[in-house]
């Protein structure tokens, strides 16, 4: 009988045996699989989120920030040696308490008599905008440093002069406020002379006279009192070249050079009337004191 040919087509090896997964099947069971863990996470995330979620995102710094950052420190390295410091302890703070007030004296010193060959300038009744210019620039000339005794009213008119007297190296005494005889005043009215007049040369020199000389040389136990009390010595003088009454150059040239003594202390004027020959003998004695070796000092209690 003839051979009867099937039309089933034969099975290929590459597809499935029956029952068997497709290729398409397997693809998207592993796509599945690989989804799992993801859903899990976003399950998860529902009930509680995530520190690193929460956390606000960092801000790095601009490139201008990061090269100002510095450089990562070296744990291991030696720490530098301090500096050396000063081999004496820094000076303190100047101090601002009073300096004690001198002893209540019962005469004034009118010499310094520890002064060695030297003798003392002094000046009262200014300082005048007109003479004691020039008083300063004779002295200035040549090196000598005076002392002016100032009344208080003119140094009122006359503040920047005051400093310009001290900032010469010269001393200011008190001459009190408007040269009133102090004797008989009353104690009020003689604390107001002089504590008026210190606290005028204070607040224009930012210091406190130490020296005062009682107007006409007319001292009482008060006065020598209450100049103590403001931290001043009595000065008077040992030589008086009476300026005041004009006599001439010479012979003021001629009273200084014949009481030069040592430790004297000369009295002229720079305030009070017309001082032009007390100028002009300046400009003749001081000379010729260096000339014979004469020193000329301020006074100083070391010097009393």
């Not at 801000?59 to 390295?77: G, I, K, V, Y």
């Not at 530098?80 to 300096?99: C, D, L, M, V």
């Not at 208080?152 to 008119?157: N, P, Q, S, T």
């Not at 204070?202 to 209450?226: C, H, I, K, Q, S």
């Amino acid at each position: 009988m003839p051979a009867v040919r099937s039309t089933v087509a034969p099975r290929r090896e590459t597809d499935p045996a029956p029952g068997a997964p497709t290729r398409r099947a397997l693809l998207r069971t592993a796509g599945l699989l690989a989804l799992a863990p993801v859903a899990a996470c976003a399950g998860g995330a529902d009930a509680e989120p995530s520190r690193a979620a929460t956390a606000p995102p960092r801000r790095l710094p601009s490139p201008r920030a990061h090269r100002a950052l510095p450089p990562p420190e070296e744990h291991d390295a030696k720490p530098p040696e301090p500096a050396p410091g000063p081999r004496t302890a820094p000076p303190g703070p100047a101090s601002t308490a009073p300096a004690p007030a001198p002893p209540v004296r019962g005469a004034p010193f009118s010499r310094l008599s520890h002064a060695g060959h030297a003798l003392a300038l002094t000046f009262d009744d200014g300082p005048d905008p007109r003479w004691t210019p020039e008083v300063l620039a004779v002295l200035a000339e040549h090196g000598v440093r005076a002392t002016f005794f100032v009344c208080g009213r003119e140094a009122a008119k006359h503040p920047a002069l005051l400093r310009r007297i001290t900032d010469a190296g010269h001393l200011i005494g008190n001459h009190t406020w408007d040269h009133r005889r102090l004797t008989g005043l009353g104690h009020a009215a003689v604390e107001e002379q002089i504590a008026r007049t210190s606290e005028t040369v204070r607040r224009a020199t930012g210091r406190d006279p130490a020296w005062f000389r009682a107007p006409y040389g007319e001292w009482d136990r008060a006065v020598y009192r209450l100049g103590a009390r403001h931290g001043m010595e009595p000065l008077a003088w040992s030589v008086d070249t009476e300026d005041w009454s004009r006599p001439g150059t010479a012979t003021l040239t001629r009273r200084v050079l014949a009481g030069a003594r040592p430790g004297a202390v000369v009295l002229c004027h720079d305030g009070g009337g017309d001082r032009a020959q007390t100028v002009a003998a300046l400009r003749h004695l001081l000379p010729r004191l260096r000339t014979a070796g004469w020193d000329l000092v301020q006074p100083d209690a070391r010097l009393l």
